[in-house]
């Protein structure tokens, strides 16, 4: 991220965007391939996934029922004119609702909170990850990518359901789940995961190059909504249901730690090849990382203990 920030001035403002699209056709199809083939399906169903899908659901929902109440009663505060035209509030809609629904639940979250919940759970974690990123960032962040983009020009349900048929990360999850426990020649194997690994640092180099382009305070009130439902909203949402259900101690921890992660970078990639609010999901990325330090001791403290 740094690197971007640093050489921003120096690269060609066409290079964003199109990093943004090499991930989106190339990058991510490599990892989430590589990922599907070494995951256990056969664990899909468990009470990490559910809590997954449960999340990411309710991110959604609350995006949609809040965004509409935010535009009509505080307008100057998520930094939309009142004569802002139908296409730029799409925009800027898709982006809110990505920077809520999606958490960066693999390059934090696997990194952060393995040292938090003990061993018996760790797999727990990984599985929200899978679930997540299979079911939320390439299915339901696509739809909605999509839905709200400025480049669709038909809204219909079938054509929607076409355009995501073409996606190479559904043909990569489909490919990769058929070629679990299938030997690749070497060399193959050692070019996937290779590339694999290379995603996650390019989309942070691509985060630091939209990150250099944020206009200081205007950006970060942009992102404040957003952040304020994905970091203390959820969370808290699902350590209560949790709680209720009677899930206590690491597990409901490691669910909670999980939903509380910050806004993830994959929403950015989504914003660059389907034209949305870039600026609006790399406030977001950056103001929720920095609220991740207040955030992780509130929910080790709240959910962590199993009374």
Same mark, same amino acid.
């Given at each position: 991220?740094?690197?971007?920030?640093?050489?921003?001035?120096?690269?060609?403002?066409?290079?964003?965007?199109?990093?943004?699209?090499?991930?989106?056709?190339?990058?991510?199809?490599?990892?989430?391939?590589?990922?599907?083939?070494?995951?256990?399906?056969?664990?899909?169903?468990?009470?990490?996934?559910?809590?997954?899908?449960?999340?990411?659901?309710?991110?959604?929902?609350?995006?949609?029922?809040?965004?509409?109440?935010?535009?009509?009663?505080?307008?100057?505060?998520?930094?939309?004119?009142?004569?802002?035209?139908?296409?730029?509030?799409?925009?800027?809609?898709?982006?809110?609702?990505?920077?809520?629904?999606?958490?960066?639940?693999?390059?934090?979250?696997?990194?952060?909170?393995?040292?938090?919940?003990?061993?018996?759970?760790?797999?727990?974690?990984?599985?929200?990850?899978?679930?997540?990123?299979?079911?939320?960032?390439?299915?339901?962040?696509?739809?909605?990518?999509?839905?709200?983009?400025?480049?669709?020009?038909?809204?219909?349900?079938?054509?929607?359901?076409?355009? #995501?048929? !073409?996606?190479?990360?559904?043909?990569? =999850?489909? $490919?990769?789940? &058929? +070629?679990?426990?299938? @030997? /690749? %020649?070497?060399?193959?194997?050692?070019?996937?995961?290779?590339?694999?690994?290379?995603?996650?640092?390019?989309?942070?180099?691509?985060?630091?190059?939209?990150?250099?382009?944020?206009?200081?305070?205007?950006?970060?009130?942009?992102?404040?909504?957003?952040?304020?439902?994905?970091?203390?909203?959820?969370?808290?949402?699902?350590?209560?249901?949790?709680?209720?259900?009677?899930?206590?101690?690491?597990?409901?921890?490691?669910?909670?730690?999980?939903?509380?992660?910050?806004?993830?970078?994959?929403?950015?990639?989504?914003?660059?090849?389907?034209? #949305?609010? !870039?600026?609006?999901?790399?406030?977001? =990325?950056? $103001?929720?990382? &920095? +609220?991740?330090?207040? @955030? /992780? %001791?509130?929910?080790?403290?709240?959910?962590?203990?199993?009374?």
């Amino acid at each position: 991220m740094g690197a971007g920030l640093a050489l921003c001035r120096w690269l060609p403002k066409l290079l964003p965007h199109l990093l943004g699209r090499f991930l989106f056709w190339v990058g991510i199809p490599l990892q989430v391939f590589a990922l599907c083939r070494h995951t256990d399906f056969s664990q899909a169903l468990s009470v990490s996934s559910l809590v997954t899908l449960a999340v990411l659901c309710t991110g959604l929902s609350l995006a949609l029922l809040i965004f509409p109440l935010l535009r009509r009663w505080q307008p100057q505060w998520v930094g939309l004119a009142s004569e802002v035209d139908a296409v730029t509030e799409a925009a800027r809609q898709g982006s809110f609702t990505l920077a809520v629904m999606l958490g960066n639940v693999g390059f934090i979250g696997l990194a952060v909170a393995p040292s938090l919940v003990s061993a018996p759970y760790l797999g727990w974690l990984v599985l929200y990850s899978v679930a997540h990123n299979i079911a939320g960032t390439y299915g339901a962040g696509v739809l909605v990518a999509s839905h709200f983009s400025p480049n669709e020009i038909t809204h219909n349900w079938r054509s929607r359901l076409i355009s #995501l048929l !073409r996606l190479p990360s559904i043909w990569a =999850i489909a $490919l990769g789940a &058929l +070629m679990q426990g299938q @030997t /690749l %020649p070497s060399g193959l194997e050692t070019t996937v995961q290779t590339a694999a690994h290379a995603v996650v640092p390019a989309a942070l180099v691509l985060g630091g190059l939209r990150l250099r382009q944020l206009q200081g305070w205007r950006s970060l009130r942009l992102a404040l909504p957003p952040v304020c439902v994905r970091m203390l909203v959820i969370p808290l949402l699902a350590g209560l249901v949790l709680t209720l259900v009677g899930l206590q101690g690491d597990s409901r921890l490691a669910m909670v730690l999980q939903a509380g992660m910050p806004t993830g970078f994959a929403g950015l990639i989504l914003a660059e090849e389907y034209n #949305l609010d !870039r600026e609006l999901l790399a406030s977001s =990325i950056l $103001l929720s990382t &920095l +609220m991740l330090f207040l @955030t /992780l %001791p509130l929910w080790v403290w709240l959910f962590g203990s199993s009374v």
